[in-house]
């Protein structure tokens, strides 16, 4: 099982797009662990969406449709529901 997933760091207004088979060790390490890198620059990174997939290669397929024009959109709509959610 692999989840794609988006963290949100509302400090800076970056999204990363990542996929894993353990989702909240890999949250873990984004915000604690790492010593370079995108995430190090933009802590703390929330996590505001998952998706669940059977195998590593549908998430990776998933992963790079949400970096594409299209994928992007979708982030925004889940940054707005997030924020939205969170006032």
Known sequence: MFEVYILYSKSSGKTYVGYSSNPKRRL???NFTETS???LRYRPGTLIYTERFDDKTAA?????FLKTGIGRK???VKI???LQKNK
Do not use: A, L, V
């Open 28 to 30: 873990q390490e984004h």
């Open 60 to 64: 990776m397929k998933r992963e790079k």
């Open 80 to 82: 707005e529901e997030y």
């Open 37 to 39: 890198g995108f995430t």
């Open 74 to 76: 979708f982030i925004h």
